[in-house]
């Protein structure tokens, strides 16, 4: 079922006009706002908006790149669970992911350039994208 922007309107129209105390857009001296149910019709608008995006966000579709397929994200995104690299373990890169917050603490952001972080960022991209897949995402 799709909810279109004239159904969202009637509706809150009609329930801000059969509970005016609740939803009424009313100033302190009692003048009605505009049509009276607008922050109500935000408020709805914003909340299909919200259910609309963690549906989505949570699907994963295939994707045809160069004649085969490979899973994508809802946004097309199609390296969100990338392989662990040749050669590393969850441990390595946890320790490589320590070697780049010591970089961060000695030399704050212009620490970004050198090829030593540049190397390091690549390397620990899948474990970055691991974080980031996590449900619940864990908390840093």
Known sequence: MT???HAINVSSSARTSQYP????????????????????????????ENVNCERTSKQHRLSRQSGQETLADSHGYTHFRPELPTGETNETLEQKGQQLENIY???????GEKAETIN???????????????????SF
Not at 105 to 111: C, I, K, L, V
Not at 125 to 138: S, T
């Open 3 to 5: 909810i279109t922007p």
């Open 21 to 48: 105390n609740s939803f009424a857009d009313i100033t302190p001296g009692g003048d009605i706002i505009g049509g009276g149910f607008i922050l109500l019709l935000m408020q709805v608008e914003t909340r299909i």
């Open 105 to 111: 603490r000695q030399e704050g952001s212009h620490g």
């Open 120 to 138: 390091l960022m690549t390397t620990t991209y899948y474990l970055q994208r691991e974080h980031m897949n996590a449900a619940p995402a864990p």
